[in-house]
Structure formats: structure tokens, C-alpha cells
């Protein structure tokens, strides 16, 4: 897995995707990431880890002491949530849907994993991969600025990464290669 995050906050999600596109440059593209709520109990925040999480190379939630310690049984309320079903219903209707998505993925990313051992290429692909002659494939950054790579060889992944506005909604740019892209 990626490795323990100090803290779940908005500036270690805008980190994580950046960690894990680069990781691939040294054959780690198939790993996890601590998906657990925040001790704030920041909603939006949880969702979009478990969005970001099913698009990456290993899907799982992570507890933080709900199994031992101070958080058994009693789940006091300093206590990050892992129950992604114990969410208010937006965000719990967000949650399902992303892992519906990845469940709805599960063929696209099992021949992902075929040809990575066929090839080396993993699910998890920086944008140099396929267009090293685009500055505009270099730009990620550790701050989440340009969050962006390929998932496989036919998905681009972009996540949410800062929170969204007052208005509900989250602003997010990304980068299309020259050629034909599909919307589903």
C-alpha cells in the first residue's frame, strides 16, 4: 500500500494521486491507499478518497483503530468513520455509485492486469507514458494541480481532489490529448 497518511486531509488527497502516477515509474502500480474518513468528519472528503480510491490500481476501505484500541466497539466521536454506508445520503449515494463503478470495472481492469504482466505496463499510467512529447503530460504536481493519468489503456482519470465551493460544486480542469474521446 501507499503508506499511512499523518493525517486524512484535503492536502494529502491532492498528494496521493500525484504519489501514485509517479510510483508507476518504478513498477508500483498496483497498490492501496488508506480510504478512511477523516477525524473531522468531513463527508465531502471521504467521498471523494473512495472516488479516487476505485479508480486506483487496489480498491479497499481502511480502518483506523475501529478493530482495536480506543475506537473498539464504542466508536467514540473522535473516531474516523469507515463505514462509507453511514454516510448522510448524498454523500452515501456518491459512495455506492463509485463502488459500483469499480465493481462495474472489474473485466476492463482484470485484462489491465493481464497485459501489465504481458508488458510491465501497469493500470496506473502518468500521461508521459503515452505522449512523452507533450509538456502538458508533465505537469502533475504534489499539490494535486493536474491530477490526472491514464487508467488502463483506455480511461483517463482525473479526481476531485480540493473541496467543493459554496454552491455544492467542485471545479476541475484537465487535459485531453490530441485525438477522439468518448463521454459515458
Known amino acids: 500500500f501507499s503508506g499511512d497518511v499523518q493525517q486524512v486531509d484535503w492536502t ?13 515509474n518504478v513498477l ?14 468531513d463527508n465531502e472528503l471521504h467521498t471523494r478518497w473512495i472516488q479516487w480510491g476505485a479508480m486506483s490500481g487496489v480498491f479497499r476501505t481502511h480502518d483506523r483503530g475501529m478493530s482495536a484500541g480506543g475506537c473498539n466497539d464504542n466508536s467514540p466521536p473522535d473516531c474516523a468513520p469507515v463505514e462509507v454506508w453511514r454516510a448522510p445520503p448524498r454523500y452515501e449515494r456518491a459512495n455506492r455509485a463509485a463502488m459500483r463503478l469499480r ?7 482484470y485484462n489491465a492486469a493481464r497485459n501489465a504482466f504481458d508488458t ?12 512523452p512529447q507533450c509538456d502538458e503530460a508533465y505537469a502533475a504536481a504534489p499539490n494535486g494541480d493536474f491530477a490526472q493519468y491514464y ?21 476541475k480542469f484537465i487535459w485531453l ?6 463521454d459515458e
Open 151 to 171: 487508467f488502463g489503456p483506455d480511461m483517463i482519470v482525473a479526481p476531485i481532489v480540493r473541496p467543493a465551493d459554496a454552491s455544492g460544486l467542485a471545479m
Open 103 to 109: 465493481t462495474h470495472l472489474i473485466p476492463y481492469i
Open 28 to 41: 508500483y502500480s498496483y497498490w492501496s491507499h488508506d480510504i478512511v474518513g477523516s477525524q473531522s468528519h
Open 177 to 182: 490529448p490530441k485525438g477522439e474521446w468518448y
Open 120 to 131: 510491465g505496463v501497469g493500470l496506473i499510467r502518468p500521461m508521459y507514458y503515452e505522449h
Open 12 to 24: 494529502n488527497l491532492a498528494f496521493q494521486p500525484y504519489f501514485t502516477l509517479t510510483a508507476a
